[in-house]
Each structure stands twice: as structure tokens, then as C-alpha cells.
């Protein structure tokens, strides 16, 4: 199933990169 604008694929990968990046941080601080 493909969505059908390329622009809500996009807007969802950078949703995702966000989150992860903060997640990222957070075990960052957790870690130290």
C-alpha cells in the first residue's frame, strides 16, 4: 500500500526521526 501523496511519507519519516532523536537523548542522559 503506497500513500497517495509522496509529501505524507515525508512528513511521517521526519515525524520519525524526531521522535528518535529525542529518544536518542534521553538514553543519552539515562546512560550517564
Known amino acids: 500500500m503506497e ?3 509522496p509529501s505524507a511519507t ?3 519519516q ?3 526521526q ?3 532523536i529525542i529518544f ?3 538514553d543519552f542522559l539515562h546512560k550517564d
Open 3 to 5: 500513500p497517495p501523496l
Open 14 to 16: 521526519n515525524k520519525g
Open 10 to 12: 515525508t512528513n511521517g
Open 24 to 26: 536518542s537523548k534521553g
Open 18 to 20: 524526531s521522535l528518535m
